[in-house]
């Protein structure tokens, strides 16, 4: 169990604590942990130092709003190729903008059509997947202004570390993959196998969030009292089961197959009746 803690604005250990209590309700439980990675970051300042080391990194004083008004958003997700505006400033530059500004620290992302640019890998769900880093993000930040380490960074010297072998994840973060096996060959780290999975959406294709105030684990308890309707729904939607009927996540093992989750990868759509269907 590892708890990405790494914001001090949106993390709040109560709040980790209950998301553990749910996963142990559900019947996810684990062998170790919790690690909280705020308490790891010289962990990431070492792996940091050693890409520093490589002449890769440099710093960035661009603000959201600036990066968000000089481009266009990449077509797929939405997200911005970083063109390199930081990269080729001056030591004197360097020291002036400095003196207004922290800097974020970002990873020089091999060159377009380059040997290295292109990052290929086998999902276990959406199967041959390759992405141009030059193209598709640019050089990412690895370190923010505040001081706070990347996501990008901080998952891969933490897997390396805690001996993960198999990374399963949502489908939308398919886009970190590359990113994530670039920082693991330049810090001579094995690559783990990775799958990514369907989204629970609205109807109208949104991705559910508690910031939109959807459909919560705590309501579902107070419903149900037991989590084998819910998991019997969900296995019985991604084939793992015939017929709904509720069923444990330990009964489910014997019977999981990454073959059915290829077959229905497509997002998993909860309406308004999804608690009547349940029942």
Known sequence: ????????????????ELLMDDLTWL????????????????????????????????????TRGQLHAAQAPHSSDGSFVYQGTCKHLSA?????????????????????????DTISFDDL??????????????DFLIRRSDGVFAYQLAVVVDDAAMGVTQVVRGRDLLGSTARQI?????????????????LLVAPD???????????????LRERFGSPEPIIGKLA???????????????????QFSWDCLREHRGDIVVGSDFLDRLD
């Not at 670039?182 to 799958?195: K, T, V, W």
């Not at 019985?236 to 014997?254: C, K, M």
């Open 1 to 16: 169990m590892r708890v990405e803690d790494l914001d001090e604005r949106s993390s709040k250990r109560a709040l980790a």
């Open 27 to 62: 019947g996810l439980d684990w062998d170790e942990g919790p690690f909280w990675q705020s308490e790891r970051t010289s962990s990431y300042q070492h792996a940091l130092d050693q890409l520093s080391g490589l002449g890769l990194t440099y710093p960035c004083f661009c």
């Open 92 to 116: 004197q530059e360097i020291e002036l903008r400095a003196q207004t500004r922290n800097p974020a620290l970002r990873l020089c992302v091999p060159a377009p059509d380059s040997e290295r």
């Open 125 to 138: 769900v959406y199967g041959k997947h390759a992405e141009s880093l030059a193209r598709e993000c640019g």
């Open 182 to 198: 670039y920082l693991q060959e330049l810090l001579g780290i094995s690559r783990p196998a990775y799958a990514h999975v369907p």
């Open 205 to 219: 294709g949104r991705r559910l969030s508690k910031r939109d105030r959807d459909l919560d684990l705590g309501v």
């Open 236 to 254: 019985q939607v991604l084939g793992l089961i015939e017929d709904v009927e509720p069923v444990s996540a330990a009964e489910l093992l014997g």
